[in-house]
C-alpha cells in the first residue's frame, strides 16, 4: 500500500519568515494530496490540496507543489504569523478512495 | 448537520467496560473513516467504510475494536475490554463516494476523547 513520510516532525521559525513542510509518497497512482491544519485541541481542517494534473497551487500565503516524477509534495507558508503555529498532516490518496496520512510537523511560529 | 458529528466528545470509563463511539457523517457522504489519535502523536488509521461494507478494516489493534456502518450513514467503534492503552481521541471523517473523483475532500469531525481509567 501507499507509504507517505513527512519531514520535519517539528519546525521552528520567526514570524514573519517562511516554512517549507515536505512529504513523499511511494505508490505512483496517488492522484490526489491535501493537506490538514490541526490546532491544539480541534479537528484537522482542509487547508489546501493539490491533484496530480497541476505542479503548484497557491491560496494567499500558503501553496502547494507536487513532483510526480520524485513523489513529492510541499506545503510553503510565506510571511508566516502566530496563528499558523499548529500541527499540519499531509496526505495522499487515490481519487479519494482511501487517505494515507504523514506523521504530523508541529510548526511553532516565535513572534 | 453540515459537518461530521461524533459523539460523546468525552468519555471516561473503566478499564474492562465497553464503550461505542459513534460518527453521524455529512448528509450525501459515502465514504467513512475513522482514525485514532494519542496524545501529541499522528493520526492511526483504524477502518474504512464505503456505504455499509468496510473494504479495508487492516488498522483494527485487536479483536476488541470492531465498527459498524448501517443504512449507509451513522457508524459506531466499539471498543470491548477497554485497556488503559485504549486512550486516545477518536476521529472520524467522510468524504464523498470515490466515484466523483472531484469530491474526495475528507471532512474530520471533532473527536471523542476517550480517557480509561
Known amino acids: 500500500g501507499e507509504n507517505v513520510e513527512q519531514h520535519p516532525s517539528t519546525l521552528s521559525v520567526q514570524e514573519g519568515d517562511s516554512a517549507v513542510i515536505k512529504c513523499t509518497y511511494s505508490d505512483s497512482a496517488s492522484n490526489y494530496f491535501p493537506w490538514y491544519k490541526q490546532e491544539l485541541g480541534k479537528r484537522p481542517q482542509l487547508i489546501i490540496d493539490?491533484?496530480?494534473?497541476?505542479g503548484e497551487k497557491k491560496d494567499q500565503r500558503i501553496a502547494v507543489t507536487l513532483n510526480k516524477t520524485a513523489k513529492h509534495f510541499s506545503l510553503h507558508i510565506t510571511e508566516t504569523q502566530p496563528e499558523d503555529s499548529a500541527v499540519y498532516f499531509c496526505?495522499?490518496?487515490?481519487?479519494?478512495?482511501?487517505?494515507?496520512f504523514g506523521t504530523g510537523t508541529s510548526l511553532t511560529v516565535i513572534p | 448537520g453540515a459537518g461530521v458529528s461524533q459523539s460523546p466528545s468525552n468519555k471516561v470509563t473503566e478499564k474492562g467496560k465497553d464503550v461505542e463511539l459513534r460518527c453521524d457523517p455529512i448528509s450525501g457522504h459515502t465514504a467513512l473513516y475513522w482514525y485514532r489519535q494519542s496524545l501529541g502523536q499522528g493520526l492511526e488509521f483504524l477502518i474504512y467504510?464505503?456505504?455499509?461494507?468496510?473494504?479495508?478494516k487492516s488498522g483494527l489493534p485487536s479483536d476488541r475494536f470492531s465498527a459498524e456502518r448501517t443504512g449507509g450513514s451513522v457508524s459506531t467503534l466499539t471498543i470491548q475490554r477497554t485497556q488503559q492503552e485504549d486512550s486516545a481521541v477518536y476521529l472520524c471523517a467522510s468524504s464523498r463516494s470515490r466515484q466523483i473523483a472531484t469530491n474526495e475532500k475528507l471532512f474530520f469531525g471533532s473527536g471523542t476523547q476517550l480517557s480509561v481509567l
Open positions: 493539490i491533484r496530480s494534473n497541476v
Open positions: 467504510f464505503q456505504g455499509n461494507s468496510a473494504p479495508d
Open positions: 496526505a495522499a490518496s487515490i481519487n479519494g478512495n482511501q487517505f494515507y
